[in-house]
């Protein structure tokens, strides 16, 4: 681990203006990807903004269930959004995505915004954010699912840029289904299927390829009364864990794994 300092942000304003001040600092959340990275060396960061210490009234920390969006700050850690019963009720999918993540611990620990701001190419929620057709609330801007997603480990926010909240439209049905990489946990393959009534069924895939997409053929294929069958994209993964030809055909059947949870 290389020196850096330690800074417990005591507002909203206090963390962003210590980001804005400092380019090399990070803020911390659950600590579940950026700690073993700074073990590891991996990330070198002059201080770190710890947005633990915000107050429970603080936007991070709320879960919100309206009419038409469920709103979840950044600091909602994954177990709690597994246990919301308001969230199992209306949006299924969401809440049994969040209780695949990792393990009891990584889920006590780990937030929907470091998973979301990490946007590693495996991880669960960027599928949920892109098929519930999600708003990114910052501290100073939101910005659609759609923008929001540039590739393997990188996203929109501004380095000093704090992710305060994710928005979810209420879809009509949600259901998630994954096939886990046995010692992470995090997806070899993961389809989240949204049906969001008129506007019909999305479909976003994580761990196939190298960020998360949106399935556009098995959209067509589903407004069509078909299965897609495998996914065929230029971006498929191959790696020690699963050629890019099975992690394509593993999409396929997560997709009619995920259709069976789908509530009549
Ligand atoms: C053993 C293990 C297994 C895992 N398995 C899975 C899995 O199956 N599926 C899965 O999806 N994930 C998995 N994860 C990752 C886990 O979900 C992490 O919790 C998540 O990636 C990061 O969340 P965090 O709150 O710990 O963020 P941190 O580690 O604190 O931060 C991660 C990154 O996001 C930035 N960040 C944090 N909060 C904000 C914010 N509000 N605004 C802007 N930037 C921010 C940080 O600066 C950092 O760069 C696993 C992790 C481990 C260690």
Known sequence: MYAFSYHAAHSLDDAVQRLREDSEARPLAGGMTLIPSLKHRLARVSQVVD?????????????????NHVQIGALVRHQDVADARELAQCL???AHLAGLIGDPQVRARGTLGGSVANNDPAADYPA??????????TDRREIAAADFFMGMFSTALAPD????????????????????????????????????????????VTGACDGVLRWHAAEQAWAEGRLPGALHHPGLQADLHASARYRGHLAGVLFEQALTQLAP
């Open 51 to 67: 947005l633990a210490p915000l107050s429970p009234l603080s936007p991070l920390r709320a879960l919100e269930v309206g009419e």
């Open 92 to 94: 299924p999918g969401l």
């Open 128 to 137: 949920a954010v892109l098929a519930l057709d999600a708003t990114l609330i």
């Open 161 to 204: 840029e704090l992710l305060v909240a994710v928005r979810f439209c209420r879809a009509r049905r949600s259901a998630y289904a994954k096939f886990r990489q046995s010692a992470s946990g995090y997806a070899m393959a993961g389809v989240f299927l949204a049906d969001l009534g008129p506007a019909g069924l999305r479909v976003a």
